[in-house]
């Protein structure tokens, strides 16, 4: 399209122009205000997410029960672990569905164990090295008792990098609570 040069109507395109390109620039600088999350849909909460997220359904955090966390992108992971003997399925949600659902906005998390533990893993791990919060292993919900009900795990069996002590510790099991920062 040729815009004239001289002329009110061709000043008054080339400003709606310029305003539809600053506008559109804004939009790629500053993300839209973020949604809040579905409710918890009436069962026992298992994961709490807290920290620097933007997308929260209750009193500061995002809580989930297991059929919000259902109701999240779902993938299937075929592994070994050091903890179980041979190729177990693993079904849960990607870290990397999770921390874009919570609206994540920091470079760490903090994972949290019944049992005390905590480590410490990268947001990126969901998306560099596959990481997957399970929900199901060998398509049965886990028990406390049975290293659940959530259980980081990565894909141990097709990445060679995540066979490692590294990896190992931030496998963690009995998760109930991340800390975002």
């Known amino acids: 399209m040729r815009l004239a040069k001289g002329g009110t109507a061709g000043r008054k395109l080339r400003r709606r122009i310029a305003a539809i390109a600053i506008g559109g620039a804004l939009l790629l600088a500053f ?17 709490t997410v ?49 921390v874009a659902a919570v609206g994540a906005s920091g470079k760490t998390i903090t994972a949290y164990a019944l049992n005390d533990y905590s480590v410490d893993l990268p947001v990126e791990d969901g998306k560099r090295h596959g990481a997957l919060v399970v929900y199901l292993f060998d398509g049965q919900p886990m028990l406390p ?18 066979r490692s002590e590294t990896f190992y510790q931030r496998a963690v099991w009995n998760l109930y609570a991340m800390t975002v920062r």
């Open 31 to 47: 993300p839209a205000v973020a949604e809040p999350l579905q409710k918890p849909h009436g069962g026992e909460i298992i994961l």
């Open 50 to 98: 807290s920290g620097a997220i933007a997308n929260t359904n209750g009193d500061g955090g995002a809580f989930f029960d297991l059929a919000l966390l259902k109701s999240l992108p779902v993938r299937v992971l075929v592994t070994e672990t050091p903890w179980t003997k041979g190729r177990h399925e693993f079904t849960g949600v990607p870290l990397e569905a999770l």
């Open 145 to 162: 008792s049975d290293r659940g009900p959530l259980w980081i795990v990565y894909p141990f069996s097709d990445r060679k990098e995540t």
